[in-house]
């Protein structure tokens, strides 16, 4: 009947609603599910070393498509084969071979899902290296020192990484120290003395030469001269007298009271 479902398996591949575990292997998992109908069905999905693996993914599109290393195919409902995620469904009919015949052709022989023996090769990775210790470049004691040149050389540049970082810090420290040095150094202005009582007037020196007089002016006169003086009017009024009304006004006025 399976198992449950892992922490880290998927809950829903495509259209199809996973409910547990079939069968497992390098090559793969198979799940068994229900489409949206609510119809058994059995989902395999590609483990992501094998779709790593250009040559295991080409026989596994090689299957799906056309068949190919397998001894019957059974029909597919659903599949997708590009991808990171590739994965095939076929129906879940009891006795009848499902979709766990399409990782045949991809798993290699030998291959355990966590053992030891031959593996998947990703598509980017170069020739297999010799097998050499992890800290193969540690020397054992009273022995030879075995090869491991790359990992000394990693650590030494990491070293070396450290040590640049260091520096940097320590130099931008002291050009930073002279910065504050220098400004410190600098004199403070002195305010200026005259800033609160103004500068006195400049006073001009005597002339050595006679003071002007009246007389030098000439043409300068007093503004009283320059008014002229009022000329009496002709149109000056006349009162008409008789004299013989002058007769007895004495001509010179005698002492009233005889303070004379």
Known sequence: MGEPLHAADPRQVGAFRLEGRLRHSAAGVVYRGRDRRGAAVRVAVVSPAAVADAAARDRFVAAVDTGAGLAARPEVVAAATRGTLMWVATADVAGQAGAEVFLEPVEIAGASQGGRGPGYAPFWAG????????????????????????HRLMALMVVALVVLLVAAM???????SQLRQEASSQPVPAPSASGGSPSPAPI??????????????????????EVPSPVPSSDVPTVPFDEEELRDVPVQPGDPEGLA
């Open 127 to 150: 020739p297999p290296a010799s097998a050499a210790p992890r800290w193969g470049w540690v020397a054992t004691a009273g022995g030879p020192r075995p090869a491991g040149g790359a």
């Open 170 to 176: 320590v130099v931008v420290y002291l050009w930073l």
């Open 204 to 225: 001009s020196p005597p002339s050595d030469g006679p003071s002007p007089t009246p007389s030098d002016s000439g043409a300068q006169s007093s503004p009283h001269s």
